[in-house]
């Protein structure tokens, strides 16, 4: 779809430098939202390991970018689904960059089938990278957390991680029991770390993006006709940009949310709002 017929898109304003000195690994970071939070995370100020599994030259020109603002950045091709690629790629972090303060568990996909058509190998591959590719990475950040302990001088937290969600978490949706089922597992992984790591200074997060532009969803937005269907969907008559999910993970990721634990932030343009009742049901 062409930018002239979209309504309103997302406001361009320069990134607060609120993180300036902490390091941040960004899964699934070549891509669509991993893209935006990881650059948006670098233009604050924060060294960045810029995660991917395919697409070497599109994480390259994400390195390129964060380095341009100013910060450090490399990338890591890991797939967070096995167990021995994420304890290399936090172990390279900590090596280049001495620790990570900062997680966003982001990698995710879909593998859409009808119900009684899903094969196992799809119920499988969406819920070992979306669930336990978000497990295994905030296990490894958690012991690199605990490992070095608090450092005031650079966040009010030991570590932070933010959660990809989706509003998935909330909405059934028919088609896709495999990749709503993993967000709704998501939403107790988050809750229940956040529970149990709190007490050591650790802050742990969701975010619930709506319909957001990126490759994932291009059937929803591409033509002006499934543009149009989306926006019924959408109170906020836009379509999200990766841009308003980065902001989000930047605010969640600083200490300007210090007292936010355990809580997914919807960041959906009202999606979640029943849009249906909005004329009487
Ligand atoms: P995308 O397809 O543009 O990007 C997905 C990224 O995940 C890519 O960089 C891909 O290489 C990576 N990835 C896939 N499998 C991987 C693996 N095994 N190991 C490491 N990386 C892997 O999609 P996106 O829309 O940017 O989605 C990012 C996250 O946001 C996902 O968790 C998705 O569920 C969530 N989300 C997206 C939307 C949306 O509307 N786009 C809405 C809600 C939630």
């Known amino acids: 779809m062409s930018d002239e017929t979209t309504e309103r898109g997302a406001p361009k304003r320069p990134v607060h430098r609120v993180l300036v000195g902490q390091k941040a ?96 190998d799809e119920w499988n591959k969406v819920l070992g990278v979306n669930l336990t590719g978000q497990f295994l990475c905030a296990r490894a950040a958690v012991r690199e957390f605990l490992r070095r302990g608090p450092v005031p001088s650079v966040s009010s937290a030991t570590g932070k991680i933010i959660h990809m969600s989706s509003v998935h978490q909330e909405i059934p949706w028919a088609g896709h029991a495999n990749y709503a089922t993993s967000k709704g597992g998501i939403k107790m992984l988050m809750e229940s770390l956040a529970q149990e790591v709190a007490p050591h200074g650790i802050r742990v997060n969701g975010i619930a993006p709506g319909a957001i532009r990126t490759p994932i969803n291009t059937a929803a937005w591409k033509t002006k006709q499934a543009y149009e269907s989306l926006m019924t969907l959408v109170p906020y008559g836009r379509i999200g940009e990766p841009e308003d999910i980065a902001r989000a993970a930047v605010w969640l990721a600083s200490d300007d949310s210090d007292y936010v634990v355990g809580t997914t932030l919807f960041v959906d343009g009202g999606m979640t709002l029943f849009p249906g009742f909005a004329t009487n049901g």
């Open 25 to 120: 690994v960004v899964t699934g970071a070549n891509s669509g939202i991993g893209r935006g939070v990881a650059v948006a995370l670098g233009q604050a100020g924060a060294d960045v390991v810029v995660n991917y599994v395919d697409g070497d030259d599109a994480a390259d020109a994400v390195v390129a970018e964060i380095e341009e603002a100013g910060a450090r950045a490399f990338k890591f091709k890991a797939d967070v689904s096995k167990e021995d690629d994420v304890a290399a790629m936090f172990a390279q972090a900590v090596k280049q960059f001495g620790t990570v303060d900062i997680l966003i568990a982001n990698a995710g996909l879909q593998r859409d089938a009808a119900f009684h058509e899903m094969t196992l």
